[in-house]
């Protein structure tokens, strides 16, 4: 995704970390009881969320366009230039049933964070991962999230070098080019406010390629390769439950938003109405989805290629605009993922030098006291914003940790066969983690009386954690044969 986890990740270990984390208590008014849970007619939505408020007009309530946008901005991401394939390798019957699997458990799963941000009154991931789950349980989360942000920055040069292979120039030697003379400086900045359009551009760009995929799937109809296809061949797997398991964690990784749902519900003034907006942004991320995952598909056949943007010519001038905004938003992107890796790194190695802990005593949450930060104010006060322009400043141990992120990112994306194998391998490990297992961890605690939906969500997370990623790496070294297309030769362009 093009800024996954960006700043709530960040937040966490510096600004909102450094908050309390508050205890419940049931005798507040502002914090919710089990009671009260069991009260509801559905265990797994906040009673704000049922008709009770359903009076609220919406003249005199404010519009949920916008949380809706910042979710969607936070799911949707350079994932959907995997889909695609993903499509093809699944086939259109398996293809959709995985989408809508996905983005049913993706709904599920932020139910049950923002239900717990309610009963504990905390609003960052990590933080209501350690209320429910524990110290241990946080620091997996970190874990989780660090290899995820990593894992996102080197997607991030592979789409780079994949859009400046089509203009025909050497695909390492280019890599290394933009790497030094734009992502590497940009993510020396201690502050990323001059990337806050990064989110605004990486969108305009998605939406751009979706425009693109269909209208160059309308144009020509009697030239695509799928005319040419069998109706089987179309419907089912290009290699039976092997291509399935292969697009099962692409489909997933796309879907990943879950660290975002906090700070998001967090900012809604009217908390009864997240329930809509979780509904209406997961909604419009699978149309997006199935729209760019059907045109690409039915466009292509089976030559569609691990990202999708390796498929159009560079010769046309709406393909040029949608190669040239992505490009732009990938490096924007790159160090919004390299800043919260550099700052969970950093988090680690305090605690593992320092020893401070916040223990989190769950027998009895009601009672409990308000917590200390999970590290001292001296570790986040090196984190305030500082001008961009002093990057003179820049301690050693800040360079020292971006050039070795940003440098590992790069070998690790000249070495990576292709993106499809970086999605796969996140998908099936860290958003497995951090998108079905720890909220259905999460949501036993706070759904007693509906147990058996939380621990479903677990079992599908580790089904498809252990599963998908043995066959993306099986894939990786014994891969399967698969068309291929020269985008500019080809007579559909």
């Not at 265990?43 to 009770?52: D, G, I, L, W």
């Not at 697009?247 to 879907?255: E, M, N, R, V, W």
């Not at 498929?311 to 993922?337: D, R, S």
């Amino acid at each position: 995704m093009l800024t996954p986890l960006k700043q709530d990740a960040v937040a966490s270990n510096n600004e909102e970390a450094s908050a309390r984390l508050l205890s419940v208590d049931n005798e507040s008014t502002g914090a919710h009881s089990y009671n009260s849970l069991e009260d509801s007619s559905d265990h797994h939505v906040p009673r704000e969320f049922h008709s009770q408020h359903s009076t609220t007009t919406i003249l005199h309530s404010p519009s949920i366009v916008g949380p809706v946008a910042n979710l969607c901005s936070a799911t949707l991401g350079a994932g959907v230039l995997a889909l695609p394939y993903a499509l093809q390798q699944a086939g259109l019957i398996w293809g959709c049933i995985l989408l809508i699997l996905a983005g049913t458990c993706t709904l599920y799963s932020l139910q049950l964070l923002v239900l717990a941000c309610q009963y504990y009154q905390v609003y960052t991931y990590e933080g209501i991962v350690q209320m429910a789950c524990g110290k241990r349980s946080r620091q997996v989360t970190e874990i989780s999230i660090l290899l995820f942000c990593g894992g996102c920055a080197v997607a991030y040069i592979i789409t780079v070098g994949d859009i400046v292979e089509s203009l025909q120039l050497e695909r390492n030697v280019a890599m290394v080019v933009v790497w030094t003379i734009a992502m590497v400086p940009l993510s020396l900045l201690k502050t990323m406010t001059s990337l806050q359009s990064a989110s605004g551009v990486g969108i305009f760009s998605i939406f751009l390629l979706i425009l693109v995929a269909n209208i160059h799937f309308w144009r020509d109809l009697e030239h695509h390769v799928t005319a040419k296809m069998t109706l089987s061949t179309v419907l089912w797997p290009a290699h039976g439950m092997t291509s399935v398991l292969t697009a099962c964690p692409l489909i997933i990784f796309a879907f990943s938003c879950q660290p975002n749902v906090c700070a998001i519900f967090h900012e809604l003034p009217e908390k009864h109405r997240m329930n809509r907006v979780l509904y209406v942004a997961v909604s419009c991320c699978a149309m997006l989805y199935t729209s760019i995952s059907l045109a690409a598909y039915l466009d292509f056949g089976g030559a569609v290629q691990p990202n999708v943007l390796q498929n159009y010519c560079i010769h046309h001038l709406l393909i040029q605009v949608a190669f040239v905004g992505m490009t732009i938003a990938v490096i924007m992107a790159f160090p919004l993922n390299v800043f919260p890796t550099r700052v969970t790194l950093e988090g680690l190695i305090w605690e593992y030098r320092h020893g401070d802990h916040v223990e989190v005593e769950m027998e009895d949450t009601s009672s409990s006291d308000v917590q200390e930060p999970l590290l001292p104010e001296s570790y986040y006060s090196s984190y305030e914003p500082l001008e961009e322009s002093r990057l003179d400043c820049l301690d050693v141990r800040h360079v020292g940790l971006t050039l070795g992120i940003t440098s590992l990112a790069l070998i690790l994306a000249m070495v990576a066969p292709n993106i499809s194998v970086v999605f796969g391998l996140l998908g099936g490990t860290t958003s497995s983690v951090i998108g079905f297992i720890l909220p259905g961890m999460v949501g036993i605690k706070v759904v007693p009386n509906a147990q058996w939906k939380p621990k479903l969500l677990i079992v599908i997370g580790v089904v498809i954690g252990i599963v998908t990623t043995a066959v993306t790496v099986y894939s990786t070294f014994v891969p399967t044969s698969g068309g291929t297309h020269n985008p500019c030769n080809a007579t559909s362009n």
